[in-house]
């Protein structure tokens, strides 16, 4: 099942999962922000599993740019509402559905371990309380047996990320035009990432729990 405020676009993300992999895939409207939104959606997973869910992917992320002298408390408050607490009420509520055990994958951030650009004060800020919360909900949650990871990615080009960053950009330059690569020589692509959550859902990382994974290429050393 796929989850996104924009419903139309869920819908075309699981008709394309469809397609490509013959697996049928639902597509489900929900706001990370809304507590109600996110408890329906949960349960609407369920209800098409016809039981406990075992897997959930928190990856709802916003990353405006806006200097820390500009930046207003509710601009602050919503990059915490969809970062830090989308993923808490994510995880809280598909771990209530998780009765038989399960893994939940939080998809962090470089900006997770470090500082990063400037003007992004509240995204940074909001990637190192996630990435707390994950270890915080590994520790509370093992005695049921649900395993939490997360992924940490550095910037990948894909077409929404760069819309959004030019966006960010005073002078609209396109982010990957001006960011070096990592140590292989190159940038995460989104097949990278979904490789390494896909590592962290399944039975592959079966002895991990409460760690977060860098997949940046080599570029936090």
């Known amino acids: 099942m796929i989850g996104d405020v924009n419903a139309s676009l869920a819908a075309a993300v699981a008709a394309e999962i469809t397609e490509l992999y013959g697996v049928q895939t639902t597509a489900v409207a929900m706001d990370v922000t809304d507590e109600e939104s996110v408890a329906s959606a949960t349960a609407a997973a369920e209800k098409k599993l016809g039981g406990s869910i075992d897997i959930w992917v928190n990856n709802a992320g916003i990353f405006p740019s806006i200097p820390v002298s500009e930046m207003t408390t509710a601009e602050w408050d919503h990059v915490f509402a969809v970062n830090t607490r ?5 995880a809280r509520e598909a771990a209530r559905r998780m009765t038989s055990g399960g893994v939940l994958v939080n998809i962090v951030s470089t900006a997770g371990f470090r500082g990063t650009a400037p003007g992004l004060a509240a995204y940074v800020s909001s ?3 996630a990435r707390g919360l994950t270890k915080q909900l590994a520790l509370e949650l093992a005695p049921r047996g649900i395993r939490v990871l997360g992924v940490a990615p550095t910037f990948v080009p894909t077409e929404g990320n760069r819309a959004a960053a030019a ?6 330059i396109d982010p990957i035009d001006v960011m070096r690569p990592g140590l292989l020589g190159r940038h995460a692509t989104p097949d990278d990432i979904a490789r390494v959550v896909l590592f962290c859902a399944t039975e592959l990382s079966a002895v991990m729990t409460g760690s977060t994974l860098l997949a940046d290429a080599g570029q936090t050393i």
């Open 86 to 90: 989308g993923t808490f009420l994510g």
């Open 127 to 129: 990637k190192h309380a």
């Open 167 to 172: 966006r960010s950009s005073p002078d609209g």
